[in-house]
């Protein structure tokens, strides 16, 4: 592959002087977010959106909460601007949020801009040319001087038509494209041009938004980029500056990240990332990222499905299953330690939380491999763990224990995963908790083999059981008896007298659910004929249980002849 066609960032930037705070900040609160899906997501689309997907994506954004939205190109397309008098004339923003409308710096775009507009109590007006000396040179035609004056003079038009708006509270927000592969000390002052022109003050900022049009260098460069303007911005305290990355390298995120910390304020973005080639920077990473450090990402993220659910639908596009915190496969484990540590840490939180007496949802989150409680974007926690061939025991017993409310015994744990594991191996595929359950269920409740006729339990005098029964193996049927101190080992002679050897190694049973008339389930480790292995019985009846989880382990290897 020619790698030597291309340059390496530092011979296509011109870095700014080095001057930074940026690597020693903290993101304390969440910055202004504007999403841009209706106008850069669009315009990206195979597809763009028809009006009613224009609306729903309209009323998501409302519903988590955004106060700023880019909601068009209305000089573009009559689609567009239809949908801007849409909002218009049925007073479709609320009072706290305000439509930002975008247009090139061309005169006859402006005026269109302005008229789409007209009737709406408050806008932002978002004018942008493309300053980089490649887009100056090959795409416009013009040298510097030529380029600022036609910003300026652009400038001009947009302040002219907000004068004449007068029902209309206009603000400006200028964006110099492509403005990290611009001098800096260009794009400075150009950007300086327009808050002159446009008097930006306190009571009424100008946004300079500063777009990685194209993402072209590490994350580190754009901060730099983006603390200088920071620093040397004229009438800074009248200016909200932006930023809108793309994520061509796949550092969007990042991108934005690090120039919130070198004094970015507001960051334009779309959900889940779509937009032009490998998309804007994600709003929804960005927000839950902040969410994830404590912060108040001040939206409303707390149904994630739902949202991804409208977007997919408005973009025609799905999100990807390892997209970070929407997508289907982000919360789950496959894999055996990460299961068995997720299970631990899911079961530590719930003592934490009832230690401290508040709910689980409430108490600090430090669950491993889980950067974020799933409940707290709608998730349940059936997802979590999901079992294949490189599950170990841990997964298969937090399925049954989450599904069916089976608390098994750590080496029973390890025997099941053992069937699990084949089982897996040779489909070669998932299981799921319904195969889960079957495969319990042939591996331990309904192996063929001794079975029980009738049978009862005395105990003649205090400490002494005696069991009585009835064996069976296909037509074979043989009554014994057995006394011992407990019930178990009653059975276990009357096995011995039926010519089956049984030691009881381990024993623990449960109840599988809190109401009156739950069933009990009984675990039980035997030797049966010098080999160890577990049976399981369940029951309503805790004697019962016990007795079928015993029988289980006899019929658990090759099945024990009765005589
Ligand atoms: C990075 C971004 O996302 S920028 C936004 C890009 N979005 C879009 O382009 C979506 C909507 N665009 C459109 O529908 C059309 O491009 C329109 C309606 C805006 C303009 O259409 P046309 O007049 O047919 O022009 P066309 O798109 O072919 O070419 C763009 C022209 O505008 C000029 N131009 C490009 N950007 C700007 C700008 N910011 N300000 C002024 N002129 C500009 C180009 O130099 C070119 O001029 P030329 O025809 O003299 O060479
Ligand atoms: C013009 C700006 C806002 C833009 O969309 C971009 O540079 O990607």
């Known amino acids: 592959m020619p ?7 530092h011979e296509r930037v011109q870095l700014p002087p080095a001057e930074r705070e940026w690597p020693h900040r903290r993101i304390e609160h969440a910055p202004l977010w504007v999403p841009v899906d209706l106008r850069d997501g669009n315009q990206a689309l195979a597809e763009p959106m028809d009006p009613a997907r224009k609306r729903r994506m309209f009323d998501l954004f409302l519903s988590m909460g955004f106060k700023e939205i880019e909601v068009g190109y209305p000089s573009a397309s009559q689609t567009d601007f239809d949908f801007v008098r849409h909002l218009v004339e049925k007073d479709l ?34 004018m942008y040319t493309a300053t980089a000396p490649t887009w100056r040179q090959v795409v416009l035609g013009k040298d510097r001087d030529e380029l600022r004056g036609l910003i300026t003079e652009a400038g001009r038009d947009v302040a002219r038509c907000a004068d ?19 001098e800096p000390d260009y794009v400075l002052d150009v950007c300086n041009a327009m808050s002159a022109l446009w008097d930006a003050s306190p009571g009424r900022p100008v946004i300079h938004n500063l777009p990685a049009t194209v993402e072209i260098a590490t994350p580190n460069v754009y901060a730099d980029q983006i603390e200088y303007m920071h620093r040397h911005l004229d ?46 920077v994600d709003l929804v990473t960005l927000a839950l990222n902040l969410y994830a450090q404590g ?27 390892r997209h970070p915190y929407g997508g289907d496969l982000v919360y789950t484990a496959f894999s055996g330690t990460h299961q068995d540590a997720i299970k631990k840490g899911l079961a530590h939180h719930a003592r934490q939380a009832s230690e401290l007496g508040v709910p689980a949802g409430q108490a600090p989150w430090d669950v491993p491999y889980l950067p974020i409680d799933p409940a707290d974007v709608g998730r349940d926690y059936e997802a979590v763990i999901r079992v294949n061939s490189q599950s170990g025991k841990g997964g298969a017993a937090y399925m049954l224990q989450t599904a069916h409310g089976l608390d098994l015994p750590r080496r029973l744990q390890i025997e099941f995963s053992r069937a699990v594991q084949r089982a897996t191996e040779d489909s070669g595929a998932e299981i799921d ?11 331990y409740l309904d192996r063929p083999g001794v079975a029980l006729g009738a049978w009862h339990v005395t105990e003649p005098e205090p400490g002494l059981h005696r069991f009585t029964g009835e064996f069976r193996t296909g037509t074979e049927r043989v009554e014994h008896t057995g006394t011992g101190p407990g019930p178990l080992s009653a059975l276990t002679r ?21 109401g009156r008339d739950s069933l009990a389930v009984a675990y039980v480790e035997c030797r049966v004929e010098g080999a160890t292995r577990w049976g399981v019985g369940m029951d309503a009846s805790v004697l019962t249980a016990s007795v079928l989880a015993v029988l289980s382990a006899v019929n658990g290897g090759p099945a024990g002849r009765i005589s």
């Open 295 to 321: 912060v108040d990402p001040m939206l409303d993220l707390s149904d994630i499905d739902g949202i991804r659910r409208t977007v997919e639908h408005c973009n025609r596009i799905r999100v990807h299953e």
């Open 3 to 9: 790698y030597s066609r291309y340059r390496p960032a």
């Open 494 to 514: 009357a096995l011995a007298r039926a010519g089956i050897t049984v030691d009881i190694l381990d024993f623990s049973k449960h109840a599988l659910d809190r």
């Open 93 to 126: 923003v609320p009072d706290d949020v305000t439509v930002v409308v975008f247009t090139a710096a061309r005169h006859d775009l402006i005026e269109r801009t302005f008229e789409s507009v007209a009737g709406l109590p408050r806008a932002v007006v978002h």
């Open 235 to 280: 009438r800074r305290d009248g200016v909200i500056l932006s930023v809108h990355p793309h994520n061509d390298r796949g550092t969007g995120v990042a991108c934005a990240e690090l120039a919130l910390l070198a004094g970015a304020q507001r960051v334009e973005g779309c959900l889940f990332g779509n937009g032009e080639r490998t998309g804007n």
């Open 164 to 182: 004449a708006l007068p029902g209309t509270d206009v603000r400006f927000e200028f964006s110099p494209e492509v403005f990290n592969l611009t």
């Open 433 to 443: 908790a319904e195969e889960l359950w079957g495969l319990f269920r042939a591996e």
